[in-house]
């Protein structure tokens, strides 16, 4: 397949409906952006439609094939092909003359939105299914290599024996000024989201339960299940599920530079101890950008989590500035997890209590749109 306006038009086509998924897995199909998105999105097909009348894709590990060629690599065709894989699906054809309601009925189930109806072929989009893999099997499709499948078999039980032995080791490595080693946190991810795939929202009850004094190893880890959580609600799977996942577990990397004794202190800061405690972001991004294998998404996160989504946090942003989508998500998840968490001068507050203050600073702390995601998902497991 030599057809650059056809690749062309495939990839367009995809990205435009990833991101109607995205958004009727957050809002419903009833939504009147979700109405738009779908509308580019089949207006997309359709173009692409007239420059062949049939296209078929293969899924094959993680890859899209279409007349025995791999499409060109790219973020979006890697979370399309992810997404066939997850619904068991190895091959999917359009037709010319495909109507809008098709695609909506198509896109509703991708969604997985409730009532949605089982994911299956219809006259002009025709789904071919495979066996699905048991679970565990998945590894290989994070793009983590043969680390994850060594990891497949973590249990969720076993992940915060896991995952505060590997952090510590990291964190004590950091505190002892030795550069910092990405494999481990790099697993620890893994099975973080590995664990999400099979367990669910139950993950989220894991996290809910700590309340313990280790609070720089698992606070970290909480605001990664949190906001891995979050991310996959909005669609977004892949490398880049990893990527965010680290990139939420070392958001508070720069305050192994900040004294112990202002870490600690039971106190309300002095301002002299509240400045040096606010350069831990410039600080978390500096030592981030510096570190090999560590994506530069994590040290945006570090450096941008404090920013407030009206820019009035800090560090000082220019005007203009856009917050990265995983600065924001981990925003939302490190205040959830600070205030829900029993520490040395804090009991944990009350679910409704932490839900009102969300919700409060919306607007201007943080993302309306995201809050309102993030109480929906939390309140299915009751907990809001």
């Known amino acids: 397949m030599n057809d650059g306006a056809l690749i062309h038009g495939i990839h367009d086509f995809i990205r435009h409906l990833l991101s109607a998924v995205a958004a009727a897995g957050l809002y419903g199909m009833d939504h009147r952006q979700v109405a738009h998105l779908t509308e580019v999105a089949h207006s997309s097909l359709v173009s692409t439609l007239s420059i062949r009348p049939d296209i078929a894709m293969l899924e094959v590990d993680g890859e899209l094939i279409i007349d025995n060629e791999p499409l060109p690599f790219s973020m979006v065709m890697d979370r399309f092909a992810l997404y066939l894989r997850e619904n068991g699906i190895g091959h999917l054809r359009f037709l010319a003359g495909v109507p809008r309601s098709e695609l909506d009925l198509f896109i509703e189930a991708l969604a997985r939105q409730p009532g949605a109806p089982e994911l299956g072929s219809s006259e002009h989009i025709r789904v071919g299914r495979v066996e699905m893999p048991e679970l565990g099997d998945e590894a290989g499709s994070l793009g983590a290599g043969d680390k994850a499948a060594v990891t497949a078999n973590v249990t969720l039980k076993d992940l915060p024996a896991v995952e505060l032995t590997r952090f510590t080791e990291v964190y004590e490595a950091v505190k002892r000024k030795e550069r910092l080693k990405p494999s481990g946190i790099a697993a620890t991810v893994t099975e973080l989201v590995m664990a999400f795939k099979r367990e669910g929202e139950s993950i989220l009850v894991l996290s809910a339960l700590r309340e313990k004094d280790e609070y720089s190893f698992t606070h970290a880890a909480n605001v990664c299940i949190l906001t891995i959580a979050q991310a996959t609600s909005l669609g977004i799977q892949g490398q880049l599920l990893n990527d965010i996942g680290m990139a939420a577990m070392l958001h508070d990397i720069g305050k192994m530079f900040v004294p112990d004794e202002i870490l ?85 507050h009350p679910p409704r209590q932490i839900a009102n203050l969300l919700l409060s600073k919306s607007g201007t702390e943080f993302n309306p749109l995201l809050v309102r995601n993030f109480l929906h998902m939390m309140s299915r497991l009751k907990k809001l």
């Open 264 to 348: 600690t202190k039971e106190e309300k800061l002095t301002t002299e101890e509240f400045e040096l405690m606010k350069l831990h972001p410039v600080k978390g991004g500096r030592y981030l950008l510096g570190t090999a294998g560590i994506p530069r998404l994590a040290a945006i996160v570090a450096y941008e989590h404090h920013m407030r989504d009206d820019l009035s946090g800090y560090p000082a942003a220019p005007y203009g500035w856009k917050l990265n989508l995983a600065s924001q998500l981990t925003s939302i998840a490190d205040v959830f997890d600070a205030m829900r968490t029993r520490r040395s001068y804090q009991e944990p």
